[in-house]
């Protein structure tokens, strides 16, 4: 296997946004399944790309799993604050599962915040049920910080997402 790591092409943003959204219907993390709301933002890498770096695993030019680095801010943080990088939509294709692709971008993502200047640490926020996501997080050094969990639904009391952090 040869796995490297890229910014994504513009040209690769359907089957990116399709991995992604796979991954999560395939895991079942979508609580309104094909009705989801929130799959229209996964299917979206052009928004997600305007406004945050959206890299790639490859093995070639086959796309294992992809992620989206949000640097600082801006519209596509969900709970960085200053000084904190974002980690979002982590996914790797289920047929791709086990080569190393989550963990490398990971990895990748801690690298560009250690490079982003003033960035002090990196924060992320995961559902209950994503344990091979957590196994990866806490391998790196990822720590759990149930003061910043949070719901994106308020209405629905079942949606709290689990924060992590990494200080650089």
Known sequence: MDLSIRHAHPHEYDRIGEIT?????????????????YL?????????????????AVDHDHILGVVTFVPRGGPMADIARP???EIRMLAVARESRGRG????????CVDHARATTGCVRVVLSTQRTMHAA???????G????PDRDW???PDLDDITLLTYELTL
Do not use: C, M, W
């Open 21 to 37: 959204a796979q991954a999560y219907l395939g895991d079942g993390l979508l609580d309104f399944g094909e009705s989801d709301e």
């Open 40 to 56: 229209g933002e996964l299917r979206d890498v052009a928004k997600r790309a305007a406004a945050a770096d959206v890299l790639v």
């Open 83 to 85: 000084g904190e990088a």
């Open 101 to 108: 692709a989550g963990e490398t971008l990971v990895r990748a």
């Open 134 to 140: 957590h196994r990866i997080y806490e391998r790196l």
């Open 142 to 145: 990822f720590t759990r910080t």
């Open 151 to 153: 719901n994106p639904l």
